[in-house]
């Protein structure tokens, strides 16, 4: 599983309930397209967190690159329903960082062969 992580703060006056159905909108569309694997939402919680980064995480999962290289292309259209759902939430957020992770081990790795 291969999850992009980003990282985000609210623009000022935003409600945090707008952002929570401004994603729902988003991603849940993608995921019911066979875009996305599934996703969560994450909030700073008593203020504890990595210097840097924003107070809400989005964690999106999907099965592969090539699922998530899908998910891009459906973004990158800039074509309705996507953009607007896509602006839907861009609109509200300032801070934006992006990152992304994969399951470890890998479930295809053969132990014992590094040689470095």
Same mark, same amino acid.
């Given at each position: 599983?291969?999850?992009? @992580?980003?990282?985000?703060?609210?623009? &000022?006056?935003?409600?945090?309930? @707008?952002?929570?159905?401004? /994603? $729902?909108?988003? /991603?849940?569309?993608?995921?019911?397209?066979?875009?996305?694997?599934?996703?969560?939402?994450?909030?700073?919680?008593?203020?504890?967190?990595?210097?840097?980064?924003? =107070?809400?995480?989005?964690?999106? =999962? #999907?099965?592969?690159?090539? @699922? /998530?290289?899908?998910?891009?292309?459906?973004? %990158? #259209?800039? $074509? =309705? &329903?996507?953009?607007?759902?896509?602006?839907?939430?861009? %609109?509200?957020?300032? $801070?934006? @960082?992006?990152?992304?992770?994969?399951?470890? &081990?890998?479930?295809?790795?053969? &132990?014992?062969?590094?040689?470095?």
């Amino acid at each position: 599983m291969d999850v992009y @992580q980003i990282s985000c703060d609210l623009k &000022p006056g935003v409600r945090d309930h @707008q952002f929570v159905e401004a /994603l $729902n909108g988003y /991603l849940g569309a993608l995921k019911a397209g066979g875009k996305i694997e599934g996703w969560r939402l994450l909030r700073r919680k008593l203020g504890l967190g990595m210097p840097g980064l924003g =107070e809400f995480q989005i964690l999106i =999962e #999907t099965r592969d690159l090539a @699922q /998530l290289d899908a998910a891009f292309v459906a973004a %990158s #259209t800039r $074509n =309705e &329903p996507v953009e607007g759902a896509h602006y839907g939430v861009n %609109s509200l957020v300032v $801070n934006f @960082q992006a990152a992304l992770y994969r399951d470890f &081990p890998d479930g295809h790795r053969v &132990p014992g062969g590094e040689r470095f």
